[in-house]
Every structure is written in C-alpha cells, then in structure tokens.
C-alpha cells in the first residue's frame, strides 16, 4: 500500500504569511493527489484535486503543484480562516491519507 | 447537491460489530465510489474502505480482515460493519465520495467503544 508522508507536522505562521506544506508518497502517484482542509468538529473540506486544481468556491490564495512523489500546498497570504490541519490524499491505489499538518497561531 | 448523513448506534460494547449506515441524498448511489473513512479523537484521518455501484469493495488492508462494506440501490444508502471491536476503534466516523472534484462527506458520527 501506499504510505503519505507530510512535512511539517505543526506550522506557526502569522496572517499575511506565506504558507508551504509538502507531502511525500511512497511509490508514484501521478497527479493522483488531493489536499483537505479540516476544522475542528467539521468534515474535511476539498481544496485541491489533481494535484493543482483549485476545487470550486476555493479561495485562489491556495495552489498545489507537484507530480509523481512530491508535491507541496502553499498558501499565499495566509488569513485568519486558514488556521486549521491540512491532509494530502493519494487516490491513485485506492485511498491514504498524510498524518495532517496543523498550521497555528504564530 | 449530493448530502451524505450517517446513522447508527454510538455506543459499541468491545468484542461486538460496529454497523453504520449513510444514506445518500440528492444523488443516485449508482455512480461514484462510496466510502468510510475514520477519526480517532485528536488524530488523523483512515480511510476504512470503499464500495462501487457494482458492490465491488476495496478495504484498508489493516481492517480488511474486520471490515465488510455493502450497498443497497434500493434505499440509496450504503453500510459499514466492523466486527471484533475494541478501544482503538473509537472514532469518528464519516461516509464519503471521494474522486477527484466529485467530493461529499457526512457530517460524522462518534462511535465509542466501551462496556
């Protein structure tokens, strides 16, 4: 199975900051790679699919790129509703999700 | 709009089955894989396993011997049992469609595990 490994596990950033977090999968994906946002109590919520399309109602300050093994989520201009834990999703071999990374209150 | 709701009981003695269900509204459940996927409280997210429209299933290889996921086109929802339960097997537990842009969750169920 495949094994995704994310990087950070916690980021302290301020608003207005830019954001970079990179997820490493274990054997090539393709672009068969997603990336959630999840609030606390709340289901996790799509931002990009294909590794760097923007799913719709996204605000465009998020962007993913990447193909094969690495591929990375940047927010630029990071705002007060961003804080939250970020997964990265493989869905090339069925399903596996990154252990999350949680971006904080600098 | 696709809605995903789940239903089921929450509280689950150790040993037993956990069963689930999600019923699917706004949207056939004969297109698209359906999915569980779950939360243990403060960690990350597992996906359980899947199921088409065809009832052909793929499972987590560590739950695969545990897990059968079913779907019944008639009542437009699919179910989740998880037998020989324990404590590790409290979570939250979400149904999904996951693919690509195509993405709908439930809002969650907790499921504890407890005598």
């Known amino acids: 199975d495949i094994q995704m490994t994310q990087s950070p596990s916690t980021v302290s950033a301020s608003v207005g900051d830019r954001v970079t977090i990179t997820c490493r999968a274990s054997?090539?994906?393709?672009?068969?790679l997603a990336w959630y946002q999840q609030k606390a109590g709340k289901a996790p919520e799509l931002l990009i699919y294909?590794?760097?399309s923007l799913q719709n109602g996204v605000p465009s300050r998020f962007s993913g790129s990447g193909s094969g093994t690495e591929f990375t989520l940047t927010i630029n201009g990071l705002q007060p509703d961003d804080f939250a834990t970020y997964y990265c999703?493989?869905?090339?071999?069925?399903?596996?999700f990154g252990q999350g990374t949680k971006v904080e209150v600098k | 709009q696709v809605q995903l709701q789940e239903s089921g009981p929450g509280l689950v003695k150790p040993s037993e089955t956990l069963s689930l269900t999600c019923t699917v509204s706004g949207g056939s459940i004969s297109r698209y894989y359906w999915s569980w996927v779950r939360q243990p409280p403060g960690k990350g997210l597992e996906w359980i396993g899947s199921?088409?429209?065809?009832?052909?299933?793929n499972y987590n290889p560590s739950l695969k011997s545990r897990v059968t996921i079913s779907v019944d086109t008639s009542k437009n929802h699919f179910s989740l049992k998880l037998s020989s339960v324990t404590a590790a097997d409290t979570a939250l537990y979400y149904c999904?469609?996951?693919?690509?842009?195509?993405?709908?969750w439930g809002q969650g169920t907790l499921v504890t595990v407890s005598s």
């Open positions: 999904a469609s996951m693919g690509g842009n195509h993405d709908y």
């Open positions: 199921i088409y429209n065809s009832g052909s299933t």
């Open positions: 294909r590794a760097s």
């Open positions: 999703q493989q869905y090339d071999t069925y399903w596996t």
């Open positions: 054997q090539s994906i393709s672009g068969w």
